[in-house]
Nanobody
């Protein structure tokens, strides 16, 4: 059973950079699939932020592209999200997810709450 686990700070100050890591077990992020970051602000729907393909190629939501960076550490089987210049509107539950394409997801992490506040 594939497992994904998000980790990172739960509180980030405005204008700082949010950094989250997704640790994957029972699968390799270099073998197949897209490895995605998705978020859900309070009271709103899911928002796809971006993904890293098993080849290392990255894809970003146009609305977040200027502030988002996704990278990976293959030695640890982890991929990381960095979101710069955060604001209170970036408060959300952040999920990592595996998918066979950019808009399909078959395994999800449990999600991690990130609050942007001074």
């Amino acid at each position: 059973q594939v497992q994904l686990q998000e980790s990172g700070p739960g509180l980030v100050k405005p204008s700082q950079t949010l950094s989250l890591t997704c640790t994957v077990s029972e699968d390799s992020i270099t073998t197949s699939y897209y490895w995605n970051w998705i978020r859900q602000p309070p009271g709103k729907g899911l928002e796809w932020m971006g993904a890293i393909h098993y080849s290392g190629s990255t894809y970003y939501s146009p609305s977040l592209k200027s502030r988002t960076s996704i990278s990976r550490d293959t030695s640890k089987n982890q991929f990381t999200l960095q979101l710069s210049s955060v604001a209170p509107e970036d408060t959300a539950i952040y999920y990592c997810a595996r998918g066979p394409s950019l808009n399909e997801y078959d395994y999800w992490g449990q999600g991690t709450q990130v609050t942007v506040s001074s």
